[in-house]
């Protein structure tokens, strides 16, 4: 399996401002994945983070308002820029990893976001 | 167009009625279909991984089985702790697609 941390767990910020989410595993992993859920919602992912070349953006979602670094095998984060009302969701961080015969993909705790 | 479907989207139960969520989809080329649980304000918890049709796992009150167009998640005598709710996930290539999961109440 795979432990995963975020931090923060949870924030309140104000529109207009940026946070930085931090994704923490506890090995090495090669595709990290960054999602959000909004109230009632399921999962959208946001895009997919490997490490040494630049993260791969789903529609609907830019480099620009989401800036995602990943300098190292076991950490990546991701930045909400220039946040609105509508950014107000909890993000989530995910590794796959590949097993004997097939693969598991594990998610952290998510971080809690509102956007005043 | 909808990926994947969960039904049905909330559920109650009594204690050890036993009862099955379904998940359908409609992407081809499955590489993989997941299950999680999620309880409220957490992350979701991996449960299985199905890799092609009529295959099935196990884990404690949890089976899963998957077909060429759907999955079932048959809970077997549920308790009270069994109450979340259940995410289906489905891969292609390097895309996920969710389903928006079937809240579960099972009551003791």
């Known amino acids: 399996s795979a432990v995963i941390s975020q931090k923060p767990s949870r924030d309140i910020c104000q529109r207009g401002t940026s946070l930085t989410i931090q994704c923490q595993v506890d090995s090495q992993v090669t595709m990290m994945f960054w999602y959000r859920q909004q109230p009632g919602q399921s999962l959208t992912l946001i895009a997919t983070?490997?490490?040494?070349?630049?993260?791969?953006?789903e529609s609907g979602f830019v480099i620009d308002k989401f800036p995602i670094s990943r300098p190292n095998l076991t950490f990546s984060t991701l930045t909400v820029s220039n946040m609105s009302p509508e950014d107000s969701s909890i993000y989530l961080c995910?590794?796959?990893?590949?097993?004997?015969?097939?693969?598991?993909?594990?998610f952290g705790p998510g971080t809690r976001l509102t956007v005043l | 167009e909808d990926q994947v479907t969960q039904s049905p989207e909330a559920l109650r139960l009594q204690e050890g009625e036993s009862s099955s969520l379904n998940c359908s989809y409609t992407?081809?080329?499955?590489?993989?279909l997941f299950w999680y649980r999620q309880d409220p304000g957490k992350g979701p918890e991996f449960l299985f991984t199905?890799?092609?049709a009529g295959e099935e796992k196990e884990k404690e009150r949890l089976k899963a089985t998957l077909t060429k167009k759907e999955s079932f998640l048959h809970i077997t005598a549920p308790k009270p702790e069994d109450s979340a709710t259940y995410l289906c996930?489905?891969?292609?290539?390097?895309?996920?697609?969710f389903g928006t999961g079937t809240s579960l109440t099972v009551i003791p």
């Open positions: 992407v081809s080329g499955l590489r993989g």
């Open positions: 995910s590794v796959e990893k590949g097993l004997a015969g097939g693969f598991e993909q594990f």
């Open positions: 199905l890799y092609s």
């Open positions: 996930a489905v891969q292609f290539g390097n895309q996920f697609y």
């Open positions: 983070a490997n490490q040494g070349s630049e993260a791969t953006y």
